[in-house]
């Protein structure tokens, strides 16, 4: 176990109660999705976790030291007058890594998100995808145990979303990360993790945990099974309930 959260409960200054009695355990190197209704609190489960902001209610515990966490959020958030490579080291900028080592490894993370030859090239010259590859590669440059992210394909297209899937798993895999991902598509969810949480309509806790087995490895065929079928069946059921 990385993590867990019991009986979280969240209301902001507006009066909006987010979360309430939202329970779930991180187990250590899963890929573990989130999704629920539109203003469930997914982003809300996501922030707690990383810490940004903290619950009026319950416990929000780490099982050892608090692991080194990389951040991923829906839009790129590059700095725009910044070239790739400077804008995958800021993270290692903010931890006071020396210049060289951090352009390294920033290059390195760059590489591994599949833009090798783009240290360069500023966020205006990127498309979309690339632009959020220089997102991944910023967050994976300090090495994190623990990715949270947060619908950071849903502006793709489907092909750039599918690579970048077939990628993030290769980058989980290799790294052996603990990844909370937030998303909306059933199928995006389906093929990508081990475990989905699904969380009910404001305010938000988990309705129904459903644990997956997709393959080691897999590719597009991997969508055309029966199994990935069925895994996107007991997604869609579970969020279709009304508990
Ligand atoms: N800083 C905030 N101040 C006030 N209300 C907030 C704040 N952040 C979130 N909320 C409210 O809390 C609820 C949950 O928001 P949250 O962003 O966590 O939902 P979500 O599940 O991520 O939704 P979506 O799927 O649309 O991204 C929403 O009603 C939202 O308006
Ligand atoms: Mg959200």
């Given at each position: 176990m990385l993590l867990s959260l019991r009986d979280v409960s969240k209301s902001f200054a507006s009066g909006t109660q987010a979360l309430k009695g939202l329970t779930l355990d991180v187990g250590a190197g899963e890929f573990l999705s989130l999704v629920g209704p539109s203003g469930c609190g997914k982003s809300t489960a996501l922030r707690l976790i990383a810490g940004l902001i903290a619950p009026d209610g319950g416990a929000v515990n780490f099982a050892g030291d608090k692991p080194e966490t990389g951040f991923v959020f829906q839009e790129p958030t590059l700095m725009p007058w910044a070239n790739a490579l400077t804008n995958a080291r800021l993270a290692l900028d903010l931890e006071g890594v020396a210049r060289g080592e951090a352009e390294a490894r920033a290059a390195e993370a760059l590489a591994r998100a599949g833009l090798k030859g783009f240290e360069q090239a500023f966020p205006r010259e990127l498309s979309g995808g690339m632009k959020m590859r220089v997102s991944i590669a910023r967050a994976i440059a300090a090495k994190p145990k623990l990715l949270l992210m947060d619908e950071p394909f849903a502006a793709l297209d489907e092909p750039a979303r599918q690579a970048l899937n077939d990628d993030l798993l290769t980058l989980w895999r290799e790294d052996g990360m603990t990844i909370v991902f937030v998303t909306h598509s059933v199928y995006e969810s389906a093929y990508l993790s081990t475990r989905v949480a699904v969380f009910s309509a404001r305010p938000g806790r988990v309705v129904e945990e459903i644990a997956l087995k997709p393959p080691a490895q897999r590719d597009e065929?991997?969508?055309?099974?029966p199994e990935f079928a069925a895994a996107a069946g007991r997604i869609s059921a579970a969020l279709k309930a009304k508990p």
């Open positions: 065929r991997y969508r055309l099974t």
